[in-house]
């Protein structure tokens, strides 16, 4: 009888698992949280209320495309990440050295490799969780995926510079090439390699994933993907060909915004006027072909028509570069007062709208009328505005 022995790196297969898998693999699950990085701080400083360097107002879409980019590369990570992860972890039971400053120095790369592990991790569950619109956490999603995404991005460009050696042998070697590691062939390798997958039907089987996934939620972005697009539930859907991300219903707001006592009132310190939705009709209307884009993703344009924002201030005489504060009649919730920083406040897309594709608003669409701006996150478009504060 063969005595109980933990396992050894050497007990499990080492064909699919040599270096030339692992780099390849590696890199892309490194280009995708590269640029999901990138992406994750064009969101959050776009968000910011306070930004030292206004975020742009053009071009229009690029919201659209960073953060369509940002779940996308998001989603694709995953399967990346679950074959890196089977890949690599027969090394967990590498027998630590015996020599103490190897031993320290490898119990440190296992404390780095720890972290990126599980805030890697982390940031894939919540942000599909957040994409799925599932919050069962009690935190603040935006800011605690920002934190984390930088304890991933410092323990990942550790990774890369610890490993990089290895990264280009990997890639040197060639997936024919003999496995990275000759001390870790193991001895029923030849038989493995008669049957069973090889190194390049791995890799096909892990590039079809990636695609697949970011097939599955590209579509909420780009049109004609939608049909495709299992995982992007609200692309194309919803009412004026629109999906909606709050109900009027939800937001507790239908009897408000239905009620003949609406009115905007536009207020800049001791002046002010209000409107009701009649008066706002009756002034010069705009239309403007603008996306709504989703932090979760999805993404839609539409014509929208209503009064320019920056004719509104204009009736208080509001200063140009005035930022304002957007108050829905919406009385609970996060995004029932946003900040139109002045920049996008005297863009001339910026409109207070009233009607979509030449339609008036549906109520989940924010009816009597909604803020739409060009390049803005979409939980910023505010839905059944009923103030403009001008900050004085
Ligand atoms: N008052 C209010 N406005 C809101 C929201 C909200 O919850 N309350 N959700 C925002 C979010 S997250 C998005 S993506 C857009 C979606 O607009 P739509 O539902 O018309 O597509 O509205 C934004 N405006
Ligand atoms: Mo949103």
């Known amino acids: 009888m063969r005595p109980l022995r933990a396992p050894a790196p050497e007990s499990f297969s080492t064909r699919l698992r040599g270096i030339a898998v692992i780099a390849r693999v590696g890199t892309w699950l490194g280009v995708c949280f590269g640029v999901a ?3 994750g701080l064009i969101s959050h400083y776009a968000q910011n209320p306070d930004q030292p360097v206004p975020f742009p107002t053009s071009p229009a879409w690029g919201y659209q495309v960073t953060q369509g980019l940002h779940v996308v590369t998001g989603t694709m990570a995953v399967p990346l990440l679950l074959v890196k992860l089977w890949v690599v972890y027969p090394q967990l039971f590498a027998r630590p050295p015996r020599e103490i400053r190897r031993l320290a120095g490898e119990a440190l790369e296992r404390v780095s490799i720890a972290v990126l592990v599980s805030s890697a991790v982390f940031l894939l569950v919540s942000g599909l969780a957040n994409a799925a619109q ?16 930088w304890i991933a991005i410092g323990a990942l460009v550790v990774h890369v510079a610890v490993k990089i050696h290895l990264v280009r042998r990997g890639f040197a070697e060639g997936l024919d090439g003999p496995d990275g590691d000759p001390e870790r062939e193991s001895a029923d390798e030849p038989a493995q390699r008669a049957n069973g997958l090889s190194r390049r039907g791995l890799l096909r089987v892990t590039w079809g994933s990636a695609a697949i996934a970011a097939l599955a939620t590209a579509g909420g972005t780009v049109p004609w993907l939608r049909d495709v697009s299992i995982f992007a539930v609200r692309s194309g859907e919803g009412p004026q060909g629109v999906p909606v991300n709050k109900s009027a219903v939800a937001a507790g707001v239908v009897e ?26 009756a002034l010069t209307q705009r239309t403007e072909r603008l996306p709504i884009s989703c932090v979760e993703g999805w993404s839609a344009t539409a014509d929208w028509t209503g009064v320019r924002v920056r004719d509104l201030l204009d009736l208080v005489e509001a200063p140009r570069g005035s930022e304002v504060a957007v108050v829905s009649l919406q009385e609970r919730g996060a995004f029932r007062r946003t900040t139109l920083q002045g920049n996008f406040a005297d863009d001339d897309r910026t409109l207070l709208a009233l009607a979509i594709g030449g339609e008036d608003l549906n109520l989940d669409h924010g009816y009597p009328a909604r ?18 504060e001008v900050a004085t």
């Open 37 to 39: 990085f990138l992406t």
């Open 134 to 149: 599932w919050y069962p956490w009690a935190f603040s999603f935006r800011s605690t995926h920002f934190a984390v995404a």
């Open 256 to 281: 408000a915004a239905m009620s003949p006592d609406y009115r905007l009132r536009v207020q800049h310190g001791a002046r002010s006027v209000t409107l009701t939705r009649a008066d706002l009709a």
């Open 371 to 388: 803020l739409i701006a060009p390049n803005r996150p979409g939980v910023l478009q505010t839905k059944w505005v009923t103030r403009l």
